[in-house]
């Protein structure tokens, strides 16, 4: 398997525009996991699927973000309007829930800058 | 709320000593818990965990010691080297959903 591909690598917006990021998990893995990488905060969950299903939505940060997985092999996660606060790496893993003791496996993530 | 702590943003060791990377947690219902590796632009890695029913896990040159009481892991290195120079990240998961919480990150550098 190639593993949680993500795409755009890197992605250089102006402010106010959409921004779309990309998630493909690993074929097979049944649960999804938007991070966003900060100084302040390390790896913070955004947001976390279970069969597609939103879980928990609790870390994402306002109404401006917002994330769909119409099926179990894509994850998109949009920021619409975009704002400079939001420049980050955001990563997207995925995992196999239902195994006693598994890790998440995440991909190279998204270099965003707003500008 | 940060549910998992990293109070050490970076760490210098010389090369052949042992690293410990220290971290706490706050929710006691975490019962798995895990180390990463995360190289400059590039995704975090899965390098050893633990489970919540153990207090040690070894894999050749790591070890992962977890004290519950404490709510408190740590991860050694011995012998460091080089190559082990990245960010390292702790996690937990809980035993009530299958979210995985970070910490902050601790920042490791083994000069030769």
């Known amino acids: 398997d190639a593993g949680v591909i993500q795409s755009p690598r890197h992605e250089v917006t102006e402010m106010g525009q959409e921004v779309t990021l990309r998630c493909k998990p690993i074929s097979g893995h049944n649960s999804l996991f938007w991070y966003r990488q900060t100084m302040m905060r390390g790896l913070e969950l955004l947001i976390y699927f279970n069969n597609n299903v939103p879980i928990d939505d609790s870390g994402m940060p306002e109404d401006r973000f917002s994330a769909k997985m119409p099926n179990a092999s894509f994850s998109t996660l949009k920021i619409q309007p975009s704002e400079p606060r939001d420049s980050a790496v955001y990563f997207c893993a995925s995992s196999l829930q239902g195994t006693m003791n598994t890790e998440a496996f995440f991909g190279q993530g998204t270099r965003l800058t707003v500008v | 709320d940060q549910q998992v702590k990293q109070n050490s943003p970076s760490l210098s060791v010389q090369e052949g000593r042992i690293s410990i990377l220290n971290c706490d947690y706050t929710?006691?219902?975490?019962?798995?818990f895990l180390w990463y590796k995360k190289y400059p632009a590039e995704g975090p890695t899965f390098l050893i965990s633990i489970s919540s029913i153990k207090d040690k896990n070894e894999d050749g040159r790591f070890t992962v010691f977890l004290n519950k009481s404490a709510k408190h892991l740590s991860l050694h290195i011995v012998p460091s080297q080089p190559g082990d120079s990245a960010v390292y990240f702790c996690?937990?998961?809980?035993?009530?959903?299958?979210?995985?919480?970070f910490g902050t990150g601790t920042s490791l550098t083994v000069i030769p």
């Open positions: 929710n006691s219902m975490f019962d798995y």
């Open positions: 996690a937990a998961r809980s035993n009530t959903g299958n979210q995985f919480y």
